[in-house]
């Protein structure tokens, strides 16, 4: 079967980095991906890995090791906006091209 | 503007009422899919499509239909089979190679 497990919900200040962990179990991975949700909003998307390593976008960065079934998404100077939640989602050959998503980490950003 | 569009907004079923989702895409996107989002949980997969005139159970199709008759068009029919059909449902749409899923604003299906 499939599994996606991360964190329920994290807690930080503006200005500070936050990394937000996710593990998953799948057969015939093809990529992970990081979407934002805020409150009663559609997800919108954030990063894409397929390969091991870093993917930076400005004040998001995303990491993969395939090896480990391991992901994490990094925020950095976080800004009260960021307050949001954060859903990893995989990619398997299981079913096309659609993602199975993790139940994501609310994130709230205090001053 | 290409994108995903939704309707309605908010939808009411009453009991032993199918009622029908609309999603409309205009960024010439071969796949699409539906999902639903419960409170505080995340989103799983009803059926998605990877090319029109065909389509693909998902995790929890039972009480749900689809059909794909044209490219752009993917419209969710949520029956009186579905006992639980109070959600948020957001329909996605990628192109064939699947880098990334764009979503729609989403739509709120609540019952009387």
């Not at chain 1, 079967?1 to 799948?26: L, R």
């Not at chain 1, 409150?39 to 870093?54: I, M, Q, R």
């Not at chain 1, 990619?91 to 980490?105: D, E, V, W, Y």
């Not at chain 2, 059909?85 to 739509?107: D, I, R």
Request: glycine share 10%.
């Amino acid at each position: 079967g499939q599994n996606i497990d991360q964190p329920t919900e994290m807690t930080a200040t503006e200005g500070a980095i936050v990394q937000i962990n996710c593990t998953y179990q799948t057969s015939g991975f093809n990529g992970l991906f990081w979407y934002q949700q805020h409150a009663g909003e559609a997800p919108t998307f954030l990063s894409y890995n397929v390969l091991d390593g870093l993917e930076e976008k400005g004040r998001f960065s995303s990491f993969l090791s395939r090896s480990k079934g391991y992901s994490y998404l990094l925020l950095k100077e976080l800004q009260m906006k960021d307050s949001a939640s954060y859903l990893c989602a995989v990619r398997s050959n299981q079913a096309g091209t659609a993602l199975i998503f993790g139940k994501g980490t609310t994130l709230s950003v205090s001053s | 503007d290409g994108g995903i569009t939704q309707s309605p907004k908010y939808l009411f079923r009453k009991e032993g009422q199918n009622v029908t989702l609309s999603c409309e895409q205009n960024l010439n996107h071969d796949a699409m899919y539906w999902y639903r989002q419960d409170p505080g949980q995340g989103l799983r997969l009803i059926y998605y499509s990877q090319i029109v005139n065909d389509f693909q159970k998902g995790d929890i199709a039972e009480g749900y239909s689809v059909s794909r008759e044209k490219k752009e068009s993917f419209p969710l029919t949520v029956t009186s089979a579905q006992k639980n059909p109070t959600a948020f449902y957001l329909c996605a749409s990628s192109t064939g190679s699947g880098e990334t899923q764009y979503f729609g604003p989403g739509t709120r299906l609540l019952v009387l």
